[in-house]
Structure formats: C-alpha cells, structure tokens
C-alpha cells in the first residue's frame, strides 16, 4: 500500500557531501515520524536520524554535527543531508516511515529497498 524510493547514494571520498531522498507513494492518510537506518556488512542496522511529525530530531552520536535529517510534508520526501562522509559511514541506507493509510487507518512502519553510499579514497 506504501512504496518507499531512496535515491541519492553514489561513491564519495573521506570528507565530501552526499545528499539522500526518499518519496513515499501510495493511498497515504498520514505519516507520522520518519527516518534512515543503516547496515553495514556484518553489522547491525542501526538508527542514523529520526524526525518527528512535528520537525524533532534526534541522531546517531556517530553523526551528529555531520548529518541533517529534514522532511516536506507536502512530498512526502525525508532528506538527510551528509556531510564531512567518514569511510565508517559506508553502508545501505534504509528510508522508513510510520505511516496510515485510507481505510485502514492503523499507523505501520514502511521501509524502503535501501540505497547504497560508500565513502572511499
């Protein structure tokens, strides 16, 4: 009922910027909160950035100062903004976002495919 696209990751070196999106399509009523996961090989998926319906944050202490999580409502779109990319942060990105849909207005978490980012010299 929900469909979850990121775009945005590519190949950076240590110390660039990258930029991640993620549409949400579908009979959407209403999402509350949003945010980006990450995983790397190995490891477990681990929360990068939150936000709320109401524009709270919250980060990763591994990303604070560097990321920036930001929403439009009116998209339907999360963004998270990197900067200042450390190889550590190489991983799939994952999108999700609690969100109801008509006529079953129960409020479920939807994920995204992930996009991938690699930070590398």
């Known amino acids: 009922q929900v469909q979850l696209v990121e775009s945005g990751g590519d190949l950076v070196q240590p110390g660039g910027s990258l930029r991640l999106s993620c549409a949400a399509s579908g009979t959407i009523y209403s999402i509350n909160a949003m945010g980006w996961y990450r995983q790397a090989p190995g490891k477990e998926r681990e929360l990068v950035a939150h936000i709320s319906s109401n524009g709270y944050t919250n980060y990763a202490d591994s990303v604070k100062g560097r990321f920036t999580i930001s929403r439009d409502n009116a998209k339907k779109t999360v963004y998270l903004q990197m900067n200042n990319l450390k190889p550590e942060d190489t991983a799939v990105y994952y999108c999700?976002?609690?969100?109801?849909?008509?006529?079953?207005?129960?409020?479920?978490?939807?994920w995204g495919k992930g996009t991938q980012v690699t930070v590398s010299s």
């Open positions: 999700t976002m609690n969100t109801a849909v008509f006529h079953d207005f129960t409020y479920r978490d939807y």
